[in-house]
Structures are given as C-alpha cells and as structure tokens.
C-alpha cells in the first residue's frame, strides 16, 4: 500500500519540478504558485507512504536503501517548503524539486518490503539519531542547491558578460546570507544527530566510536561545515562559503550513497 | 448614429518642448476647457490629458469631419497661448486608430522611455478630472477603463517595464543584484564627472543610504555633498573610508588608476569581505580591472554598464512587440463592443431574441397539446406575436428616438437588461 501512495507522489513531483523550471525561465508568478500546491500534494501523499511503512514497523524505518532515499527526499521537500514561507525563492526549489523528483523515483524502483529490526537496536535512542541526522541532511541538500545558484550568479556578475545576468535570481547578499542561516540549521541538527549516534552506539555496539568510515566521513563534514560558520567572522563569505557547503555536501553524499553501496558496513543496510 | 472616437493631439514625436509647453494646460484652467470641449458641435463625449510630453484631446463625436475640423481649431484658439501656429504638430487619430492610440499612451507604448510607469497615474488622473464636470458618457467611460486594464495587463504579461535601459539605471539594477536592500548601503563618489553624478543620483532614487563624496578640488566635493546629503571626504584621505563604501563610483579624470587591487584587498579585510560593487564610469579608466579578480569585489566599467543596458533595451523591444500584440486584440474587443451601440443592430438582435423565445415557448407547448387544428394553431401564433410586438414595443421605440437624440446610455443599457451579447451576436 505504501508504495501505491510513493508511486502517486511522482507526477506531483515531476509537475512541481517542470512548473519551477517554467518559472526561472518565464520570471512569471503562476507557475510557482502551481509548482508549491503540487509540491505540497506530494509532501502529503509520500508522507502517508512514510507513515504506512513506519506503522507496519513500529518505529521510523531506514534500513534499506529504499527507505533512506524515500526519508530524505521527502525532508529535502518538507525543509523547502518551510523555507518558502519566509523566503520567496522559486528559484531554490527549481533545483530542490527536480533533485527531490530523481530521489523519489530512485526510491520507488528500489522498493523493497519492510524488515524487521534487530532487537537490539529496538530503543528510543534509534529515532532520536536518525531524525535529527536526516533531517540536516536535507537541510544541508537545500544549502547546497542555494550555494549552486550563488556560483551560477556570482559567476554572472564577475564575467561582465552581455546578457549574463539572469533577472529572476536573488541578489547575492540574499543567497549568501540565506545560505548561513540554512546551514546554522542543518550544523545543529546534525550534531545532534552525532551525538546521539553515538550514544546509539554504545548502547548497541558497547563503544561511542568505531572507526567505521560513515562516522569518519560524517565528522569530517560536520568539521567542514564548522569552518564555514566559523570563518564568517574573518571574512570567509561569498563565494568561499558556497564552495565549502557544497564540499561538505559532497562528503554526505559519498558517505550516505557511496559507503551503502560499495562498503555496507551497521549503517548501510546491514546493521550488523 | 455614429460612435466616433476622434482624438486630437500633439507629444514628445511630433511637437518640441518649445510647442508643448504652449498648448499644455495649468490646472485650474482644466475644467473649463473640458467643458468646453464637450460643447463643440458635433461632440458628445470630452476629456483633455494635458501632460509635459503630450495634449490629448479625446473626444466621442458624432459629425465626422466636421467634428474633427471644430476640435483642432479649438485647440489653435483655446489652447495655444501666442499666436502659434500649431496645425503642423498636431496628429488627428480616429475610430479604430484612435482607440489604439488611447490604449498605447495608457500603456506607455507610446512614451519618451517605452515602458516608463508615470504615465498610467496621469492618464487615470485626468480622466477623473473630465467625469468630474461629467463630459465624459459611456463611450469614453469605458474606453478608458478598458486602456487601463490593457496597461495592466501589459504590465502583468510582458516585462515591459522591467528593465534599466540606461548606463545609470543598469548600475542601480545591478547593485540590486549584488545587494539584498540598498537602504542600509553607503556609496562613495570619487570625482565629479557628469556620469558619476547622473550615477550617484539614480543610486539615491533607487534607495542607497548614505552617500560620501570626495574629489581632488575640495570645495566641488563639499558642494556637491550638500546637494546630495552626503559626507564629503578629503581626496587625500578616501581610502581611510573606503571600506566603508558598499558601492564605489569612479568619475575622475585621473590619467592613472586611484583604485588598485591592494587599496581594495585592506578595505575588504576590514569589511570582513562583505561585497563591495566598483562602477567605474571615467575614461580613461579610474579602476585597475585587476581588481574584478578579487574575491566579493564586482567591478563594472562604462562599457560593461552600457552593454547591459543595451541588453535590456534589446529585451525591451522584444517585450513591445508583445504588448503590440495585445493591444491590437483589446482595441478588436472594444470596437465590438462599440459597434454594438449602433441602433439598428441593437433592434435587429433584441426583435431576434424575442422571436427565439417565442418561436422556442410555442413549440413545447405544441408538442404538449396533442390534436391541435390548423386552425388553432394560427391563432396561437398570432397571439404569442401580438404579445411580444407590444412588449417590445416601448424599447424599441426608445432606441429609435435614441437615434435622433445624442447619448448612448440607454442603447447600453437594454443591451445589458436583455443580455444580447450572450445570444444576439452569435
């Protein structure tokens, strides 16, 4: 039945996406008001999805690929909308909704039936690690798509070119001070989602820290992402932030994709 | 009887200021001329736009040529304040011409800078002044309405208005670009170059905060402070301010570089790399284009100002063609509407209509009533014609006397009561 509601959140997706993509290109306000009524239709209908599966287990459920692509595309979303209450940049979403979009799909043909998890990981410190931790993932997958859009437009401006600056864009004091304010969110959640991993570690595991290299990987992002908020004071603004943010998110997509599928250690899949 | 738009007039293309500025109207003296106006022979409907760029006089009259002739030698006589005369720079528009004219000016199409926003208000303006001595009537009434929902439309559709066509007004569009407000910004105006000032003065308009002026003479520097509220700076000493400065203006006749890549790199350290926007609007050039290298520093030169604007007004065009486009579909629906106020059409579709009804009403009630004769059947035909013949009756003879008299209202109106757009125009 989840997969039924997943299934149908996909043309919603695909209409929020093709609308915000018209809207960058026509700088018209319809398509973006299209583009957020679909976008929250699909919120809803993949989180009935989410719902579903969470119920038939009992807790929040991540252990399959299917259901962390599912979990993060679907806070990616949550994360923008909220976002778009107090700040209108369709723009954003034209590269959040599309990247959604391919999350969800990827999602929904990987889908696979829900297993039962290992007792011992059947405690309150479960989904206190993995909501604060997805949660600042998708924060930090919104960061990044406004630190693209500050390159595309900073690199605009500094070209000097003829018919170089695209109107509908947000000017760059906006992107780059959205962008640190984004990120502070996404650095506290994240560490929340450390700390309390690794307090699920010791009670499951018996050790804080095991060297594996999802937490390596993690910490060495969350470090980056330390350096930008930081460095702000010093002047590290601009440019150099949207580059670190999209470092950073750089490192989160090895560790969340890459380790899942070419070294499945407790956090992909596995749970040893 | 005939409803011709006839607008006589004179702008910024055919008249210069020389001429404008005879024939434009004070204001007190407005009224009166639009009540005169409406008096001439042959005009049924008045309302005089006096701007600095145009005199329209837009009229609904109902004597052709004889008409059109009485307006333009009002406007010699009444108009036109020394023995002038202005027969060579006025333009006659009329029926469909003249309502494109209309919708055009309302949606700046037809302005000294296409797309400027000034001239709605204005037009809305004096339309409300020519309803306040009533010599406007339905016509007028809605033909202005209609060229102000054109201009919004126009507005809404196409990004006419969107766009810096000029050097100053691209650096003001680009700032924004850089800067999220300008309100809390400070620039700094080095030397007193024509362009630098026209720069300064449009980044003020456009909300810029806080202004410093410096130049080598510091007497031009104090002056030209006071004119804008600004901070003048000893020349010698600028770069102690500049990093203050989120918006630099160069406009030096300075043979040499006055902004160099180091002088930049100290401000932005101490403006802990917040971005600065160098407009360097002198030739030859007062800022060394090494400096656009730097990390948050944006430098524009004349050239580089010039070619956006050039782009938008390029866009700009584009964006005309389009609002063309819709103004030639409004004037259609407004010429559609208005013929509709001719009488006989009128009578033709509300005798149409009623013979519908009629026809249609016989027809069921025949089929209820099984076994009619022939007979009966007459009758009840001649019956349900008498019926309606004398309803329409009353109206009609109405609209025919409307015919001899001037005025449209009641033409309007039945047209509303019986709803003959919806199935009369078919």
């Known amino acids: ?272 | 009887m005939e409803h011709d738009i006839v607008i006589v007039g004179l702008n910024h293309v055919t008249a210069p200021v020389a001429v404008r500025e005879q024939v434009a109207l004070a204001d007190d003296a407005l009224a009166d001329a639009n009540r005169r106006l409406r008096a001439i022979h042959g005009i049924d409907e008045a309302a005089i736009v006096s701007t600095c760029n145009r005199v329209e006089l837009v009229t609904c009259a109902h004597d052709g040529d004889g008409a059109v002739e009485r307006v333009r030698q009002f406007m010699q006589t009444h108009l036109a304040k020394q023995p002038l005369d202005i027969a060579p720079y006025l333009y006659t528009h009329r029926g469909r011409q003249a309502v494109r004219h209309l919708f055009r000016v309302a949606s700046s199409l037809d302005s000294m800078v296409v797309g400027e926003p000034q001239i709605l208000g204005q037009l809305k303006d004096f339309y409300a002044r020519a309803v306040e001595v009533g010599v406007t009537g339905a016509v007028l009434n809605r033909c202005f309405h209609k060229a102000f929902s054109v201009a919004k439309r126009i507005r809404t559709e196409t990004e006419i208005a969107s766009r810096a066509v000029s050097v100053s007004s691209a650096a003001v569009e680009l700032a924004t670009k850089i800067f999220d407000r300008l309100q809390d910004k400070t620039a700094l105006l080095i030397g007193a170059g024509k362009m630098g000032e026209l720069a300064a003065r449009h980044l003020m308009a456009g909300g810029v905060g806080d202004m410093m002026v410096t130049n080598r003479t510091f007497d031009h520097a104090v002056e030209l402070a006071r004119e804008f509220k600004a901070t003048p700076v000893p020349f010698d000493h600028f770069p102690r301010y500049l990093h203050l400065a989120d918006i630099v203006i160069g406009s030096t006749a300075a043979t040499s570089f006055i902004l160099t890549p180091p002088l930049i790199q100290e401000a932005l350290r101490e403006r802990k790399g917040r971005p600065m926007f160098c407009i360097d609007l002198s030739v030859p050039r007062n800022f060394d284009p090494r400096v656009n290298e730097l990390d948050n520093v944006y430098v524009y030169d004349i050239d580089d100002l010039g070619g956006v604007a050039e782009d938008n007004r390029d866009a700009r065009a584009r964006e005309a063609e389009k609002a063309e486009r819709i103004v030639e579909e409004e004037v259609e629906t407004f010429l559609r509407w208005l013929s509709h106020l001719d009488v006989v059409p009128t009578i033709v579709a509300l005798r149409d209509k009623a013979e519908a009804i009629r026809r249609g009403e016989l027809e069921k009630t025949l089929r209820q009533l099984k076994d009619v004769s022939p007979r009966e059947r007459e009758a009840l035909e001649s019956l349900t014609a008498a019926i309606v013949n004398k309803i329409l009756h009353a109206p009609i003879a109405c609209l025919k006397r409307q015919d001899r008299e001037t005025g449209t209202f009641d033409l309007d109106a039945i047209r509303r009561l019986f709803r003959l757009e919806e199935s009369g125009d078919a």
Request: positive net charge.
């Open chain 1, 1 to 272: 039945m989840d997969v039924f509601f997943l299934g149908l959140s996909l043309p919603f997706y695909l209409t929020a996406a093709v609308s915000l993509v018209v809207y960058v290109t026509v700088a018209r306000d319809r398509p973006r008001r299209i583009a957020l009524t679909f976008l929250s239709i699909a919120l809803v209908l993949h989180g009935l999805a989410i719902g579903l599966r969470a119920a038939a287990v009992g807790t929040v459920v991540v252990n399959s690929v299917h259901d962390e692509l599912s979990l993060l595309a679907w806070l990616i979303v949550a994360a923008y909308l909220a976002l778009q209450v107090r700040y209108r940049l369709g723009v954003v979403g034209a590269l959040v909704s599309p990247l959604a979009f391919l999350l969800t799909l990827s999602a929904y043909l990987v889908h696979s039936g829900t297993e039962s998890l290992p007792s011992n990981l059947r405690n309150a410190w479960l989904p206190a690690h993995v909501a604060p931790a997805f949660l600042g993932y998708a924060i930090f997958a919104v960061a990044f798509c406004i630190s693209l859009i500050y390159l595309l437009q900073e690199r605009r401006l500094k070209s000097r070119r003829r018919g170089g600056v695209l109107q509908g864009l947000p000017s760059l004091e906006t992107l780059d001070e959205l962008n640190y304010r984004v990120v502070a969110w996404g650095f506290a959640l994240f560490t929340m989602g450390i700390i309390t991993g690794s307090l699920l570690a010791k009670v499951t595991w018996g050790a804080f820290w095991t060297w594996e290299p999802k937490q390596i990987l993690s910490v060495l992002a969350w470090l980056l992402y330390a350096v930008l908020l930081q460095t702000r004071s010093i002047g590290w603004r601009g440019r150099r932030a949207a580059r670190l943010t999209i470092a950073g998110f750089a490192l989160l997509v090895i560790s969340f994709l890459g380790l899942n599928l070419l070294f499945p250690g407790r956090h992909g899949g596995t749970f040893g």
